[in-house]
DNA sequence: GATGAATGAGCCTTCATTCAT
DNA sequence: AATGAATGAAGGCTCATTCAT
């Protein structure tokens, strides 16, 4: 999965400098920190204007460097994109996993699951409004989206899931829960609350009724 | 909700043009006839290149008809993206209640809405593919997104299945579904076969395992 | 030899419109007014700047009309380089046997013929300016800028030189005088004058004496 | 002559190195090396691009060196120019006098300078692309390159021509014909080929036969 | 002294919009 | 009313030059 997301960009690690910021100076100033300072910009940027109307010159000023950096680090604006998912990708890597215990019971699990996706999305909305519009245009952003996006965390949510199988559910079952809790949570989490410019007040509450009646509905005798 | 969309344009009206068509309709019907045939350039163009590197050049080329023509009907570029997503809306008004008989029980009005809204989000996949980017940065075209797309037809949806309410399911109950369904079918219908390229090959299995495993939800004693 | 010229930029031909000015005004404003407009801007700044140093924002600004023009009417910069040179080509052809008499003796054409193509040269500096460099990078330019500038007339120099032929002349020497003819006034009708910033006063010395040598040696018994 | 020379860029001189090669020639021939290598890389590539088209990245990359050695050894690209003007310049001189024997005869001597000269201009080609269209541009480097160009000799081969005086040839008639020979071996060594992108088949008939035409010229009586 | 990363001014070009016809 | 030629503002990118290392 992430094998996929890395190639889009390979050349830019910037998560790997486990080195003190000082030790690898390479060459000059601070590279890492200004490669960031731009992704960052162009996050904040992206999002809120939309790639085509953001300029260049107002992400490098934004960031606080040179317009050229961008062409001499990724290769003009359109690299700078695709730089940007890949670095929110693998920052985002394992989160799901090392952060959240397992609950005590299937239920419970699929509850929490439900609102701790809710939630990731929402926090990602700058990426996810960063890139949707590309996604939507080019299937090779499309899949790196869909990953990030509703699908990211299958897989996981899959793992989770299965660890209360004793209860007669079916791992096709469990396969398709885990594909609604990433579709739900995307809709409900990132593009209601962004569409209509704040969250949902209901969205809770939709959210986790929804989850009951799965819940319900995997219960039956 | 027509209400809404029509604020967004409130000029043009292709569909309803009720006023009887008199004479000079020649006249008239060039008029009406070119606005559509830019609306749907547009559309195509939009969905396929996206807003920004679509050129008005291009919409009339494609239309038939002169650039100067997008601004004397739609005031420019912004004004037909308005225009069109005005006339998709009014075009699809009402399309559910009238095409679909109701089921005879709820688990297959479950399932077949699941079904029709999957592929009417599919059909839609252009206007949807059009609008979404710019939905996504400004709230007001977001709101009419949203009713298009995941949210459009939450009412139909929850009227058609109050008509199975004898059995222990309540209101909120029944919202809870038309929301889950309306964003299901969002996902499955139109991010996914649109993010990947193609009409991924189990979202049938995982839309129908969902509606009745939500189906299963409600039986519960 | 003007066919090729032609070939340089076979879509514009600014002279033919015998027709007068108002009448083909197919479209709008004076189209063939602004492209000559911007050939000769762009003739004398590439001349006195160089065409690198000649920005398209000035010579919209020489011309009296907009930037964007440049584009239309010639595809770019490079593309109005081509069509300045094929369009002094073409306005000049003809003009040695037009505008010279036939001198009553070989010596009097000879020295003619130098005196008149050294002028030449001179009148021509602003045109070849703007091409020679280029003409020395690319072939493809170096054929068209050999043919305006040393080498252009060598046929209608033979020709004239031919009605002499009675005079023990052979047609190899005629050739090789045309040649030389050509090459001298190149030199002595530009090179010298352009790069040294101003008219040598020798010049004439030198021309009229290296004619006389010529011709004296033509006349050997 | 050098003087003149000298003056565009007064501070290199790579081949007049009068001063001892002291201790730590390491160093200065590492400098010295490099400074050659600069005007090496920026002869061909401003031959083959032409100026404007070739940046100091590529010249330092072909050189093998620094980019911000072209600006402290030369003050910048423009600077470079010069410098390799100057030091093609000082690399030739007096190569006419010494290489070349005395011909028998006038006639035998006029043929083998012309032969001569238009071979140097053929090996000087790359120089002479380089440098032309700035001469053209630049009076003060077109005076340099007058005297490099169909110039420079004008004196040297003056000189020799003198040695045969005796023939009835007055001083003013070898004075046109050594500009003369400078210039048509301009013309037919250098434009010619260049321009054409290849040696003209017919330049050394042409040449030679203006040759004899000219020696007869000086023969007649 | 040497290096090459960083800078940012300036360019060509595109394209929505205007308006003469 | 319809057309599309003309306009010109604004953007991405290049590259000579500077300067921290």
Redesign the pocket.
């Known amino acids: 999965m992430s094998s996929t997301s890395r190639s889009l960009v390979p050349r830019f690690n910037l998560h790997n400098r486990t080195s003190p910021p000082k030790r690898r100076?390479g060459?000059?100033?601070?590279?890492a920190a200004?490669q960031e300072a731009l992704i960052r910009a162009a996050t904040k940027l992206f999002a809120s204007k939309g790639y085509d109307l953001?300029?260049?010159?107002e992400i490098a000023a934004v960031a606080g460097?040179?317009?050229?950096?961008?062409?001499?680090?990724f290769q003009?604006?359109?690299g700078l994109l695709l730089a940007l998912m890949s670095y929110h990708a693998s920052r985002e890597v394992a989160e799901l996993s090392d952060g959240l215990p397992l609950a005590d019971s299937l239920e419970a699990e699929i509850q929490q699951l439900m609102t701790w996706e809710v939630d990731r999305m929402w926090r990602d909305r700058d990426l996810l409004r960063a890139s949707i519009p590309h996604a939507i245009l080019d299937p090779k952003v499309g899949r790196f989206v869909s990953r990030v996006g509703h699908q990211r965390h299958a897989k996981a949510i899959f793992d989770r899931l299965r660890h209360y199988k004793g209860e007669q559910v079916s791992d096709q079952e469990i396969e398709s829960i885990s594909q609604a809790i990433g579709a739900l949570a995307f809709v409900f989490g990132f593009m209601h609350p962004v569409l209509l410019g704040s969250e949902g007040k209901q969205t809770r509450k939709v959210t986790s009724s929804i989850a009951k009646i799965i819940t319900q509905g995997l219960q039956r005798a």
């Open positions: 100076t060459r000059k100033r601070d590279r200004k953001t300029t260049t010159r460097c040179a317009e050229g950096l961008i062409h001499r680090y003009g604006k359109a």
